[in-house]
Antibody, heavy 126, light 108 residues
Framework: QVQLVESGGGVVQPGGSLRLSCAASGFTFVDYGMHWVRQAPGKGLEWVAFIRHDESSKYDADSVKGRFTISRDNSKNTLYLQMNSLRAEDTAVYYC???????????????????WGQGTLVTVSS | DIQMTQSPSSLSASVGDRVTITCRASQTIVRYLNWYQQKPGKAPRLLIYHSTILQSGVPSRFSGSGSGTDFTLTITSLQPEDFATYYCQQSYNTPPWTFGQGTKVEIE
């Protein structure tokens, strides 16, 4: 069965850095685009970043542009989010999520996120 | 960027009730609208994609409709396990993949 397991969250001071990881299993990782989505305490869902199946394109939200970098290692079935220059407003649970349809399908990137990890909490505080 | 607006922000209902949640996009998204359910402390779960298609394993009491800018999620007979927060999301004009602000369904 599909599993996504995040790690790397914790408490960090403003201006600090963290790297999140998401270990994937149960599907052909190299065939799927992957996302990071976050949720601040008591708030809604915010899409953070996306990387294509083959790393050929990456996109991120304006709120994290220039500070966060998404990457993946298809040989290790792992997704990453490098977070630099962290701010208090980055405090959130961070989820990795699998895009529903594989590269090559007519609906690649069009049908939502069908599997999510359990989330990892990032707290930015002095 | 496309903005997604859900209504209501919250609602109270009883087991067995029919519940309707609406989602409006700031411009046409054709039918590229997805619905998620999230329970407290848990990750979101994909319920419906492409406006009307039920994700595998989702009970048939959930249904979606709409196209263009206006969409609806309906739960025909609310069950105790359906009390949760529901989010819509557009996947037509990306990035970004934008979510609505959520609708919390509470027990009346």
């Amino acid at each position: 069965q599909v599993q996504l397991v995040e790690s790397g969250g914790g408490v960090v001071q403003p201006g600090g850095s963290l790297r999140l990881s998401c270990a994937a299993s149960g599907f052909t990782f190299v065939d799927y685009g992957m996302h990071w989505v976050r949720q601040a305490p008591g708030k809604g869902l915010e899409w953070v970043a996306f990387i294509r199946h083959d790393e050929s394109s990456k996109y991120d939200a304006d709120s994290v542009k220039g500070r966060f970098t998404i990457s993946r290692d298809n040989s290790k079935n792992t997704l990453y989010l490098q977070m630099n220059s962290l701010r208090a407003e980055d405090t959130a649970v961070y989820y990795c999520a699998k895009d529903r349809d594989p590269f090559g399908s007519a609906t690649y990137l069009k049908n939502g996120f069908d599997y999510w990890g359990q989330g990892t909490l990032v707290t930015v505080s002095s | 960027d496309i903005q997604m607006t859900q209504s209501p922000s919250s609602l109270s209902a009883s087991v067995g009730d029919r519940v309707t949640i609406t989602c409006r996009a700031s411009q046409t998204i054709v039918r590229y609208l997805n619905w998620y359910q999230q329970k407290p402390g848990k990750a979101p779960r994909l319920l419906i994609y492409h406006s009307t298609i039920l994700q595998s394993g989702v009970p048939s009491r959930f249904s979606g409709s709409g196209s263009g800018t206006d969409f609806t999620l309906t739960i025909t007979s609310l069950q105790p396990e359906d009390f949760a927060t529901y989010y819509c999301q557009q996947s037509y004009n990306t990035p970004p993949w934008t979510f609505g602000q959520g609708t919390k369904v509470e027990i009346e």
